[in-house]
């Protein structure tokens, strides 16, 4: 049996629901529910019933034959500071709405978290905890299964938030110190934090066992795309409000594109009090994180991009009782945004192992030039049963058949013009010769 102690603070506030409405404290419940999402997120696995199994193993559940105790266990405390005073009074913040608007100083930060300053249904201000709050996370348990847990801590962190409004930028928090301390992973990012985020996510995707293969039934790692900020910030309200500035313009610059906004996250209400939404799964999570990072007391904002499929295979959105299909094309339209802008740079963070052992075939016997990842794999959008399209540049032109690999792996050696902008825009670059 060990025990490790993890050190926290809030570098963003919190907006994570007490037991009275309106109020903000700190649950345990919150903190052992986002661990098991992040554990199923690493672990990358479509086949659902030994997904649960596994995951029932570490943290607990109900299975057919009964009831399973958790194997880590988990105790959470701290005073951080309860604000008081709403958001914006509290950090002076600055926004207005103008016909339907938002302008000001601040607006991206009233953009990104505009549902968490509205009153409650009780009509009560939300409040939240403080940025610079601290508190401390134990676990015990055996090795074997604290290290999944911890991988999944390591992932909320870096990835992830707490509560409300936390893909949004909400609930960031840091690690300060484990005690005693682990080689398992650093919880310390340097400067180059692309790096320590890749090597680190490598490490921990292995501590589950998890990235064997490309994955759609939820919300995953499997392959996953994330975009750096250029700029360094002294705050934490700098970082924010800088990408949700961005975001809000580059989302009011495609309002037509109104089906393909789902993507974004549903449902979508519109000025004019007409809904986005699907067919039946109405409230779906955006697969696009927006988080603010600390790397040596300068801030940076980050996307991240999860992959699985949007919807269940069939299921379409609905808009003023029109009908329409979502993918997530507008999200690699975002992060070319981003790109051409000079305001990041994007980067391949994570994909399966499959796709590394295709890559490597396809290199050692066709020598091409270059091996691109395009269509719903690359985007992130897949089904279960989706192919695996990859455009093979500058074959020597002997034959090579991988359908006995993966029978989902479609090779294109000609592209057309169509194909040739797809990959410009969503392409996932694999392997080029030197």
């Known amino acids: 049996m060990r025990k490790l102690t993890f050190e926290l603070e809030f570098i963003t506030p919190a907006f994570i629901g007490g037991a009275e409405p309106g109020s903000a404290e700190l649950r345990p419940a919150s903190f052992v529910g986002l661990l098991r999402w992040w554990w199923r997120a690493l672990k990358g696995l479509d086949k659902m019933e030994d997904l649960y199994r596994e995951e029932c193993e570490i943290f607990g559940g109900q299975l057919r034959e009964g009831s399973r105790s958790?194997?880590?266990?988990?105790?959470?405390?701290?005073?951080?500071?309860?604000?008081?005073?709403?958001?914006?009074?509290?950090?002076?913040?600055?926004?207005?709405?103008?016909?339907?608007?938002?302008?000001?100083?601040?607006?991206?930060?009233?953009?990104?978290?505009?549902?968490?300053?509205?009153?409650?249904?009780?009509?009560?201000?939300?409040?939240?905890?403080?940025?610079?709050?601290?508190?401390?996370?134990?676990?015990?348990?055996?090795?074997?299964?604290?290290?999944?847990?911890?991988?999944?801590?390591?992932?909320?962190?870096?990835?992830?938030?707490?509560?409300?409004?936390?893909?949004?930028?909400?609930?960031?928090?840091?690690?300060?110190?484990?005690?005693?301390?682990?080689?398992?992973?650093?919880?310390?990012?340097?400067?180059?934090?692309?790096?320590?985020?890749?090597?680190?996510?490598?490490?921990?995707?292995q501590l589950v066992n998890g990235g064997k293969d490309f994955c759609a039934k939820y919300s995953n790692l499997s392959l996953s795309k994330i975009m750096l900020s250029n700029e360094e910030f002294d705050s934490w309200q700098g970082a924010l409000n800088h990408i949700g500035k961005i975001m809000m313009n580059f989302r009011r610059e495609n309002r037509n594109r109104v089906f393909e906004m789902g993507a974004f996250g549903l449902p979508i209400r519109h000025s004019d009090g007409s809904f986005l939404k699907a067919e039946k799964h109405h409230r779906r999570a955006s697969p696009t994180i927006i988080k603010v990072l600390r790397v040596e007391n300068k801030y940076i904002w980050m996307v991240l991009k999860l992959s699985g499929e949007p919807l269940p295979e069939g299921e379409q959105l609905i808009f003023n009782r029109q009908k329409g299909k979502m993918d997530y094309s507008i999200l690699e339209d975002f992060r070319l945004?981003?790109?051409?802008?000079?305001?990041?740079?994007?980067?391949?963070?994570?994909?399966?192992?499959?796709?590394?052992?295709?890559?490597?075939?396809?290199?050692?016997?066709?020598?091409?030039?270059?091996?691109?990842?395009?269509?719903?794999?690359?985007?992130?959008?897949a089904s279960i049963n989706s192919p695996i399209d990859l455009v093979v540049e500058g074959s020597n032109g002997k034959p090579l058949n991988l359908k006995s690999v993966d029978e989902r792996i479609n090779l294109i050696e000609k592209i057309t013009p169509m194909e040739e902008n797809a990959i410009n825009r969503e392409g996932v670059l694999l392997y080029e010769r030197k």
């Open 70 to 205: 958790g194997k880590v266990w988990f105790k959470l405390w701290g005073e951080p500071r309860k604000s008081d005073k709403p958001m914006k009074e509290r950090y002076s913040l600055e926004w207005s709405y103008i016909n339907r608007r938002l302008v000001g100083e601040h607006a991206g930060i009233g953009y990104l978290l505009y549902s968490v300053n509205l009153r409650t249904r009780h009509n009560l201000e939300r409040t939240f905890l403080e940025a610079g709050s601290k508190f401390w996370l134990q676990i015990f348990g055996e090795e074997q299964y604290l290290k999944h847990v911890v991988a999944s801590l390591w992932a909320l962190i870096y990835l992830g938030g707490v509560g409300s409004r936390s893909r949004r930028g909400a609930g960031n928090f840091d690690c300060l110190k484990v005690e005693p301390p682990i080689d398992w992973l650093s919880f310390k990012p340097d400067q180059n934090i692309f790096l320590w985020l890749s090597n680190n996510l490598k490490k921990a995707i």
């Open 337 to 381: 945004y981003l790109r051409k802008n000079n305001l990041a740079k994007s980067y391949l963070l994570t994909k399966p192992e499959s796709l590394e052992r295709i890559t490597i075939l396809i290199k050692e016997n066709l020598e091409p030039q270059r091996i691109i990842l395009m269509g719903s794999r690359a985007r992130g959008d």
